[in-house]
């Protein structure tokens, strides 16, 4: 009777993992060898990795990384440009912790969103909240916001991401509004948490591809100075990965018969 009561306000109070935990505690034949202390250990470890790994579930349905990425897959090869020392200090997110940036360029195909929303995830696992978006759609989203008189809104809520990946950046020519709002959003979060961009143009082609001087002048400061530059080389794993998919599709009946 007692137990049940116990588990009962353990439910009641959200508990559940420590709920399942104590039945099968209880069920476990005598002479198990478990001290209280141990047997109380337990409980609490299932109770914390159960709400550690459910905060962690949300953290990452939050990011909205777009693909399963994560830093481990990632392939650090010297042709691509990546050390394994680099991408290895850079999961352990003191980057994160020390308000830095992170700045990935190359060209179509490299890798650059996945090693963005790796990025994101890595910092998902250390407690970090993400957020990962193309900037044409930001730049979309914050015009809408314009017009309906949620863009303070809108703006304080991506100043909030300790990590904001901007995948794509000058993609394409921005408009002036554009810029303005791209310059908004960095000085929010300037000194105050990171940001990761990935850009098909290196960062010196920055100042020149955002016309306005002003302007480029203050974003490039706001973005590049304190940031980790990591330029990717070699093929286009997309066009590599296409390939293989091809072969593996053609058998060798089928090309007899072509």
């Known amino acids: 009777m007692i137990l049940e009561e116990t588990i009962k306000k353990l ?17 476990k034949p005598p002479g198990h060898g478990l ?26 349905k939050a990011a909205k990384l777009g693909q399963s990425a994560c830093l481990e897959d ?5 042709e691509r440009g990546l050390d394994k ?13 020390s308000k ?13 969103s996945y090693l963005g929303a790796a990025l994101a995830q890595a910092a998902c ?3 970090f909240r993400a957020l990962c978006t193309r900037v044409p759609r930001l730049l979309q989203e914050l015009a809408i916001a314009r017009a ?19 995948d794509d950046l000058l993609i394409t020519p921005l408009k002036d509004a554009e810029r303005r709002d791209l310059l908004e959003i960095l000085e929010d979060r300037y000194g105050r948490s990171s940001t990761v961009i990935t850009s098909q143009l290196p960062t010196k082609k920055w100042h020149e591809a955002l016309s306005d001087p002003t302007l480029a002048d203050a974003i490039c400061d706001r973005v590049v100075h304190n940031a980790h530059v990591l330029a990717l080389r070699g093929p286009s794993i997309r066009e ?15 090309t007899e018969n072509n």
């Open 11 to 27: 439910l009641e109070m959200k508990m559940r993992a420590m709920a399942d935990a104590l039945r099968e505690l209880v069920s």
């Open 35 to 60: 001290s209280f202390e141990e047997q109380l250990g337990v409980l609490v470890d299932c109770e914390w990795t159960d709400r550690h790994n459910k905060a962690l579930a949300r953290r990452l």
């Open 74 to 78: 990632v392939r650090c090869e010297p």
């Open 85 to 97: 020392a680099v991408v290895r200090g850079l999961s352990s997110c003191q980057w994160v912790r």
């Open 100 to 112: 830095q940036n992170v700045i990935v360029v190359g060209r179509t195909g490299v890798g650059k």
């Open 125 to 127: 696992r250390n407690g």
């Open 148 to 166: 309906d008189g949620t863009y303070v809104t809108v703006l304080n809520r991506l100043a909030q991401v300790h990590v904001l990946v901007l």
């Open 240 to 254: 590599s990965i296409g390939m293989n998919d091809n072969k593996e599709k053609t058998t060798p009946d089928n």
